[in-house]
């Protein structure tokens, strides 16, 4: 049990933390993932080289643009919330990448892919800081999350390997369907709702300068 304010507490933090901990792998999972089946891609698409870089580019892009704002919007409107929507756009996006039918049609859903793993990670951050509020264990939980971060970067690698040689590279995408329900399952019902009252009021032009600036720079 960790304190969380006056008269609050949440059961099962270890729970918590493996829910936001796999929300978070799995936006570096699918990155890594994809990098491996890029070939198979291009092969079954006939495309350019510049073609399949950028299913790598647009989600990169789209996702370093988006996380600040995200992790913004998440502390004002609910962290549990904005984790859970992006959730379902991860999901939802990760089918119209398994059923694109041309790399154009492949790496703008890769767009919204990215986007949405913004809206993933930043929350699943946030959720994590906000249920270990000791020293002691928040290190050890940050720890954890270093961990399970590293383990799944070097297993992204077998794993597309596994997919492009045995299912077809549309399961690279198609895979995240199950692992997203299995996330909005757990963080239904593990993780209480939770949003800074101190923010101040979001910045629609700040965020829009923002976000172009880093899509400039990335």
Not at 50 to 56: L, R, S
Not at 162 to 181: E, K, M, Q, S, T
């Given at each position: 049990?960790?304190?969380?304010?006056?008269?609050?507490?949440?059961?099962?933090?270890?729970?918590?933390?493996?829910?936001?901990?796999?929300?978070?792998?799995?936006?570096?999972?699918?990155?890594?993932?994809?990098?491996?089946?890029?070939?198979?891609?291009?092969?079954?698409?006939r495309a350019s080289f510049a073609d399949v870089e950028w299913v790598i580019s647009t989600y990169v892009l789209c996702f370093a643009s988006l996380l600040l704002p995200a992790g913004a919007i998440?502390?004002?409107?609910?962290?549990?919330?904005?984790?859970?929507?992006?959730?379902?756009?991860?999901?939802?996006?990760?089918?119209?990448?398994?059923?694109?039918?041309?790399?154009?049609?492949?790496?703008?859903?890769?767009?919204?892919?990215?986007?949405?793993?913004?809206?993933?990670?930043?929350?699943?951050?946030?959720?994590?800081?906000?249920?270990?509020?000791?020293?002691?264990?928040?290190?050890?939980?940050?720890?954890?999350?270093?961990?399970?971060?590293?383990?799944?970067?070097?297993?992204?690698?077998?794993?597309?390997?596994?997919?492009?040689?045995?299912?077809?590279?549309?399961?690279?995408?198609?895979?995240?369907?199950?692992?997203?329900?299995?996330?909005?399952?757990?963080?239904?019902?593990?993780?209480?709702?939770?949003?800074?009252?101190?923010?101040?009021?979001?910045?629609?032009?700040?965020?829009?300068?923002?976000?172009?600036?880093?899509?400039?720079?990335?």
């Amino acid at each position: 049990m960790t304190d969380l304010a006056p008269g609050r507490r949440v059961a099962n933090p270890s729970f918590i933390l493996l829910t936001a901990s796999t929300g978070c792998a799995l936006t570096v999972l699918d990155t890594n993932v994809v990098a491996i089946i890029l070939p198979t891609i291009a092969r079954d698409f006939r495309a350019s080289f510049a073609d399949v870089e950028w299913v790598i580019s647009t989600y990169v892009l789209c996702f370093a643009s988006l996380l600040l704002p995200a992790g913004a919007i998440a502390d004002r409107f609910g962290r549990r919330r904005i984790f859970l929507i992006g959730i379902a756009a991860f999901a939802a996006s990760s089918v119209l990448c398994g059923v694109a039918l041309s790399a154009k049609a492949l790496y703008l859903a890769r767009a919204l892919q990215g986007a949405s793993a913004a809206f993933l990670l930043a929350p699943a951050l946030a959720i994590i800081g906000h249920a270990f509020h000791a020293e002691d264990e928040r290190n050890r939980a940050w720890g954890i999350w270093g961990a399970f971060m590293g383990f799944t970067m070097v297993l992204a690698p077998v794993i597309g390997g596994l997919i492009a040689l045995n299912l077809g590279w549309r399961w690279a995408f198609h895979i995240n369907v199950p692992i997203c329900i299995l996330l909005v399952t757990a963080a239904a019902l593990l993780i209480e709702e939770s949003s800074d009252a101190q923010a101040r009021r979001l910045d629609p032009a700040g965020i829009v300068f923002f976000t172009a600036s880093m899509f400039g720079l990335t």
